[in-house]
């Protein structure tokens, strides 16, 4: 055993780093973690397939080239649990790994001939308040995992909209119509980008999103969400 794994071993005897899921010991090699809770997340390989539910939400709404969503997200599961952890415990290395392990998988997909990644902004208000961007550090895994670059000046919010837990189809998108505008359509001119938010449920602030950036020349949006509501 050399010098540094000698230390990392004692350093982890006495401070031992646990999954964030089922908060168990991780193993040398396990990273946020454990290899039993990531197996055990509900994958949807919607990105393996062209016509999924998650590109259906779209049709007809906005034209975008590819859509997906990583995980199931259900009330009470193991996803909206870490996702909790992840939005409201500052447990911000659960979206950059959650988005480098999609990434990697997207790499080897349909969504491989990205150019930019673009995450759904907040608002500076909303940002303050919470300290980070959920979607700008799953974007940030995302490109990692891609190889690709990641933009978060182009795409803004104009202003701070209410939440939109626990509103209907039509109310959502009321909420975030008109909301998002872009700085400098320039910069992604004859760009393929790939839109990021971390769950979508009715799609609308995704819509809006993409809807704005379609307004760049020769642009095209595909959409990627951690997980479908």
Not at 170 to 186: A, C, P, Q
Not at 191 to 207: F, N, P, Q, S
């Amino acid at each position: 055993m050399n010098l540094v794994n000698f230390f990392e071993d004692f350093f982890n005897l006495l401070y031992p780093e646990r999954c964030v899921s089922c908060e168990n010991k991780l193993q040398r090699g396990e990273g946020t973690f454990c290899t039993t809770c990531l197996t055990e997340l509900p994958r949807t390989n919607y990105h393996l397939e062209d016509d999924n539910e998650v590109a259906r939400m779209f049709w007809g709404r906005v034209d975008i080239k590819n859509a997906t969503a990583y995980y199931f997200f259900q009330k009470g599961g193991r996803v909206q649990a870490i996702l909790h952890k992840f939005k409201y415990k500052n447990q911000i290395k659960i979206g950059y790994y959650l988005g480098r392990m999609a990434g990697s998988a997207l790499k080897k997909s349909g969504f491989s001939d990205i150019d930019l990644i673009i995450p759904v902004p907040l608002h500076e208000v909303q940002y303050k308040k919470r300290g980070f961007n959920q979607s700008e550090v799953i974007a940030k895994g995302l490109g990692r995992g891609m190889d690709k670059p990641v933009d978060i000046n182009t795409l803004f919010r104009v202003r701070a909209n209410p939440t939109q837990t626990r509103k209907n189809r039509y109310d959502r998108w009321v909420n975030v119509k008109g909301i998002f505008e872009l700085r400098s359509s320039e910069l992604i001119e004859n760009k393929h980008v790939l839109l990021v938010d971390d769950v979508v449920t009715t799609g609308a602030t995704l819509e809006a999103c993409a809807y704005t950036l379609l307004k760049g020349k020769n642009v095209k949006v595909s959409i990627f969400a951690l997980a479908k509501a």
